[in-house]
């Protein structure tokens, strides 16, 4: 019997349709009397809290910690998922996206100019050290690269920055790449957070269809770069 999809690409559908109906039933649930919302926006608040007085100090102190603190390693998701509910009243949920972005693209010079410039004698030595050395890629290498760290889900953010500092990719492709990746993620983290901290449904699981439609790209992504490597 012939299929119209090749089957890992079943697979892949399968798993898309699996997050999808848990995005449903998380709504269905808050629907039908269990509050779901109210416990998310409980850990939303606390995380908030939690995050440097970040609600307190207003936008631009949490929003400028959003552009520094994940080059010391904080991880990006804490400042996404809780802009939001934190902002939202304030500042409209279309200004909260755009200033989570600005964030972000700020973040992502800031870490690539350490690792190219600023920190690279010193983390040099630390890899020679730990018995490591910088590769020298070609054009096509540093675009891979810079693909490959975007998609491969469990490498941190701020490492994936540095790793690319280090590298050398060239700014511009590097800026590029990263947008799209990480202006895709953000995006719809900001909305996922603010949807459930709010009580809105039907925003939420726009949101986590969007999450669910970015993490089948990168799987895409990752498995078309693998057939390529194993052609070479």
Known sequence: ???????????LLAIAAAGLAA??????????????????????????????????????????AMALAPAAGVPMITFSLT??????????????????LAAATVNLLLTYWLARWALRPGLTRLL?????????????????????????????????????????APVGRYVAISCAAVWSYTSAFI???D???????GLAFSAGSLLVAA????HFVRRHYAGRKAAA
């Open 83 to 100: 802009a939001g509910h934190l902002f939202e009243d304030r500042m409209g949920v279309g200004a909260v996206v755009a200033a989570g």
């Open 215 to 218: 993490l089948a790209a990168t």
């Open 128 to 168: 020679g050290r730990l018995g490591y050395s910088l590769p020298n890629l070609d054009a096509a290498d540093q675009t891979d690269l810079i693909v490959i760290l975007r998609v491969t889900p469990g490498v941190p953010f701020f490492a994936q920055n540095y790793l690319l500092g280090l590298a050398n």
């Open 23 to 64: 995005v449903a039933a998380v709504v269905v649930l808050a629907r039908y009397g269990f509050d779901l919302f109210g416990v998310v926006h409980r850990v939303l608040g606390w995380a908030g809290r939690a995050v440097a007085l970040l609600g307190t100090g207003g936008p631009w102190v949490f929003f400028t």
């Open 191 to 193: 909305l996922f957070g």
């Open 195 to 201: 949807a459930l901290a709010h009580g809105k449904g």
């Open 1 to 11: 019997m012939a299929y119209p999809f090749p089957p890992r690409q079943l697979k």
